[in-house]
């Protein structure tokens, strides 16, 4: 029992003392998500924590994302990027039933290494 507990502490103490801290994606709607209609935007949220735990502004270096419809073509819509990656479809309401694929990329401001995420959600009718 001391052993796991002092295993705890260890990395509870190294977790604590890293300086960027993924805190993402959180993506929306959530993974395996059954919607009924399409939302009027998808988003990852790709966040970190500084060195004081407070989050990082100006985030993203460059991000994307893209979504794939049920016909397997992509969608159009705009990509907005601040501390999510957003994707704005241009016309929602035209979306049909069945799944869709979304995958982004964050690439940090920092340095640190690309974040990929995939993920898909349904839209029923």
Do not use: C
């Amino acid at each position: 029992m001391k052993l796991m507990l002092g295993g705890v502490v260890i990395l509870g103490s190294f977790f604590a003392t890293s300086h960027a801290v993924v805190l993402g994606p959180h993506a929306y709607p959530t993974a395996g998500a059954v919607l009924d209609a399409f939302p009027d935007r998808v988003y990852a949220w790709h966040n970190r924590n500084g060195e004081t735990g407070k989050p990082i502004t100006d985030l993203h270096k460059s991000s994307h994302m893209m979504l794939k419809g049920p016909d397997g073509l992509w969608l159009d819509g705009t990509v907005h990027v601040g501390d999510r990656v957003y994707f704005i479809p241009d016309f929602p309401e035209r979306m049909g039933k069945g799944i869709y694929k979304v995958s982004t990329t964050a690439n940090w401001n920092d340095g640190a290494a690309s974040d990929e995420y995939s993920w898909e959600f349904t839209v029923k009718q």
